[in-house]
């Protein structure tokens, strides 16, 4: 069984947002060993100073690649990164676990994105869209995907 992870900053604080998740983790838990592993978000001032975000992007950055399992392939979300049709991360997940490494984490980056050494350390760099989405929505979005992908890989009727 494939083993997907989101490793994302922050917490969701809303219940709205952790019920979406929920659904999703317990949708997903037939097609993979699936999970949301949160690490801590560094506090700013509400105008920070550049020295002062490069500082948190590294911290949190530190964070996140100590989080990240073992051979895992790394697909960081980030807007440079390629945009990626359903079907087209159906196949990317299909493909991991059939000839990759049986592991994919998704990497989701506190209000000022992702450091350099994350980037740097992710194979695929993969953007949700053109347009900026509240974190909390990026992650109900992401969960949404990869169930999608799942239901796609297994001829499901959910995607049309």
């Not at 997907?4 to 659904?23: H, N, P, Q, T």
């Not at 945009?83 to 506190?110: K, P």
């Not at 509240?134 to 969960?143: F, G, K, S």
Request: hydrophobic share 40%.
């Amino acid at each position: 069984m494939i083993k997907v992870s989101i490793i994302c900053v922050g917490r969701l604080k809303e219940a709205y947002w952790r019920d979406a998740c929920g659904e999703y983790v317990k949708r997903m838990s037939r097609y993979a060993d699936f999970s949301i592993i949160e690490v801590d978000e560094e506090k700013l001032p509400e105008l920070p100073s550049q020295p002062q975000i490069d500082n948190t992007l590294k911290k949190e950055g530190e964070r996140i690649l100590a989080r990240i399992p073992k051979g895992a392939q790394i697909a960081a979300m980030c807007i440079e990164g390629k945009l990626y049709s359903s079907e087209q991360l159906a196949q990317l997940m299909e493909e991991n676990a059939s000839f990759g490494s049986g592991s994919i984490a998704f990497i989701i980056g506190g209000s000022w994105g992702l450091s350099d050494e994350v980037k740097r350390a992710a194979q695929i760099k993969m953007s949700m869209s053109k347009m900026t989405f509240p974190h909390q929505l990026a992650r109900v979005m992401l969960c949404e995907q990869i169930y999608r992908g799942f239901l796609i890989n297994s001829g499901g009727k959910y995607h049309k």
